[in-house]
């Protein structure tokens, strides 16, 4: 897997939603490139923040609608 | 992996089964699927009540079109279709260019806030930060972001999804980062050690 191509997948490889051939090639890659290395650690982050994002979950949502 | 996923087979299964009727797969369809639905709608919408109402309205064509689905995705991703198409008919029109962070209150125990201590609020700060950059995405820009990194899907389920070709998911999520960059460069990291100036505000 050439650079350009592990760059664009890195995002789902923070993520864990690669694939298992995809993941073995990203890593290998990262592996061995600084930049896709930091950033994957800045997608990290992203990844941290974005799924810290406080909610309240609506009591609507705790009582289900009944079907119409 | 932010969520946990339901087993595929078992909501296939269950969508088979709201497809006859029955209330009940429903129900159980709803508490699986409500607040994932829920909060995809709210970060489109950035309205809890529309975004409620979205929810609602989802359920409902979950309810009258589970006959139709053919189980040629997983749920998951057909339901978060529903949503992004109900979601954004919701705000045709209604320009969104600000987010209002403080709109749901914050869920964070204040004695572990406590424990933390500054680097936590650093941390903290550097969440809101973000969040208020995520909010200055375009949405098809801001919606790859969060698929993936909130709903947790793969870019062959986003792009099932937004109905767009896979490579134009990557392209997306390739703008939407240089943009996040420009804006909070590092995402938190020490952008000192990269040749940055530091965070832009």
């Known amino acids: 897997m050439n650079h350009r191509e592990a760059e664009s997948l890195l995002p789902w490889l923070a993520a864990g939603t690669l694939e298992a051939v995809e993941t073995l090639a990203v890593e290998a890659h990262v592996a061995d490139c600084e930049q896709c290395t930091v950033e994957l650690l800045e997608l990290g982050n992203l990844h941290e923040a974005v799924a810290a994002v406080p909610f309240s979950v609506p009591v609507i949502l705790l009582r289900p609608t009944r079907a119409r | 992996m932010v969520d946990t996923e339901p087993v595929p087979d078992a909501d296939i299964e269950l969508v088979a089964r709201v497809a006859t009727g029955d209330k009940q797969a429903f129900e159980t369809l709803f508490t699986d699927y409500g607040e994932r639905v829920f909060r995809y709608a709210h970060r489109l919408i950035h309205d809890v009540p529309r975004a ?83 909010a200055e995405l375009s949405t098809d820009h801001r919606d790859v972001i969060e698929l993936t990194f909130f709903q947790g899907c793969s870019y062959q389920e986003i792009a099932a999804i937004v109905d767009c070709p896979e490579n134009t998911v990557k392209t997306r999520m390739y703008h939407a980062r240089k943009q996040l960059q420009g804006i909070l460069p590092g995402f938190g990291l020490d952008a000192g050690a990269y040749g940055a100036e530091g965070v832009a505000t």
Not at chain 2, 71 to 76: E, F, L, Q, Y
Not at chain 2, 104 to 122: H, N
């Open chain 2, 52 to 134: 409620e109402e979205v929810t609602n309205d989802v359920m409902i064509e979950v309810w009258k079109n589970a006959a139709k689905f053919e189980g040629r995705s997983k749920v998951s991703t057909w339901i978060l279709g529903i949503t992004r198409h109900l979601a954004l008919n919701a705000v045709r029109g209604k320009k969104l260019d600000t987010v209002d962070v403080d709109l749901a209150p914050e869920i964070v125990d204040p004695s572990e806030r406590a424990e933390q201590g500054a680097l936590a609020d650093e941390r903290e700060g550097l969440k809101q930060k973000l969040r208020a950059a995520l």
